[in-house]
């Protein structure tokens, strides 16, 4: 690019291929080249070549801007050699452009997206949502711009528009969603809760029935207990020998029994009675143990039962404890 300047030419294209770094620069010669033109390249992020008389003021900004690793945004040079106008990492920055763009470039606060003075001196003024014309920009140019600036303006209305239709939409599905994780763990804690108390209402049912069929099952062995006397034949007037309470074998007869159990004894030899009870001696803490034989009545019967009984205060609870056959 340095030889096409200095061979009295202007360059008219410039290709650079990125992967192989392959370069292409073509230039021309002016057929009325007075050795006044100036240009910059912009090379990468903050890279440059310029050729001709470059204000010394920008060359410092743009060397700066290099060292410091920062970004070139864009460069305009115009008609006089002082004049350009640079955008940068640490702003803006311009010269030599006269008094009324230099107002307009200070007062505004949006961004500067362009700037372009053409050789009579008009001059425009690009910013993000409005252009700045003066001095005989003509008219169809001006419409044009505008034209464009409120096309692009109602197209980012509708695109707000949407973006805020979606934003909502999106807000209204998740809240949707998290009413539904809500309604859901919810329903999940019910059913926990409802399983809790079937299993609680359970658990009440088995120990019912359990202490039910304890108290079936007490009544039972107490029943149990009145058949076993009747079933095996103790009956009024038998002769029975009650280890305690007799003195001899088969001196005591069974005088009677209760429906409570109680069997009254007596011995007519020695005229003496007692009673005993038959009952579960399970229940019962006495200390005092005696063995009731009762005497078979017929050849089905064992020849011998035994009982044990355990006595205090002269009622005795019993129990089978051994039969012996004929």
């Not at 006269?98 to 001196?121: P, R, T, Y």
């Not at 029994?257 to 007596?266: A, S, V, W």
Request: charged share 30%.
């Amino acid at each position: 690019m340095n030889n096409i300047s200095n061979k009295g030419r202007y360059g008219t294209d410039v290709s650079f291929e990125s992967t192989s770094g392959q370069w292409y620069v073509e230039g021309q010669k002016r057929d009325d080249y007075n050795g006044s033109d100036r240009w910059i390249i912009l090379l990468g992020a903050n890279g440059y070549q310029y050729s001709g008389v470059i204000d010394s003021e920008l060359l410092l900004r743009m060397n700066r801007i290099n060292k410091r690793n920062k970004i070139i945004n864009y460069i305009r040079l115009f008609g006089g050699t002082n004049q350009y106008f640079i955008s940068d990492s640490e702003g803006t920055e311009w010269n030599g452009l006269g008094e009324g763009i230099d107002e307009e470039l200070i007062g505004g606060k949006d961004k500067i997206l362009d700037v372009v003075i053409a050789g009579d001196g008009s001059w425009i003024i690009v910013r993000p949502n409005r252009i700045i014309t003066r001095h005989g920009v003509s008219t169809e140019l001006t419409n044009k711009l505008r034209q464009f600036y409120r096309n692009h303006q109602q197209r980012q209305q509708m695109r707000a528009a949407k973006i805020k239709i979606h934003d909502l939409a999106q807000k209204i599905l998740i809240q949707l969603i998290q009413r539904e994780r809500h309604n859901e763990e919810q329903r999940e804690a019910d059913r926990q809760e409802s399983a809790r108390k079937e299993h609680e209402e359970e658990v009440r049912r088995q120990a019912e029935r359990k202490e039910l069929e304890m108290k079936l099952k007490r009544k039972w062995d107490e029943a149990d207990v009145f058949r076993q006397i009747h079933t095996k034949r103790l009956k009024t007037m038998v002769r029975v020998t009650a280890v305690g309470f007799s003195s001899a074998p088969g001196d005591a007869i069974v005088k009677g029994i209760g429906r409570d159990g109680t069997i009254e004894l007596i011995k007519p030899l020695c005229q003496e009675e007692g009673i005993i009870t038959i009952k579960d001696p399970r229940k019962d803490d006495s200390s005092h143990i005696f063995t009731l034989m009762c005497l078979a009545s017929d050849k089905y019967e064992a020849a011998i039962s035994l009982y044990h009984c355990a006595c205090h205060d002269s009622t005795c609870h019993c129990t089978r404890a051994l039969a012996i056959g004929n």
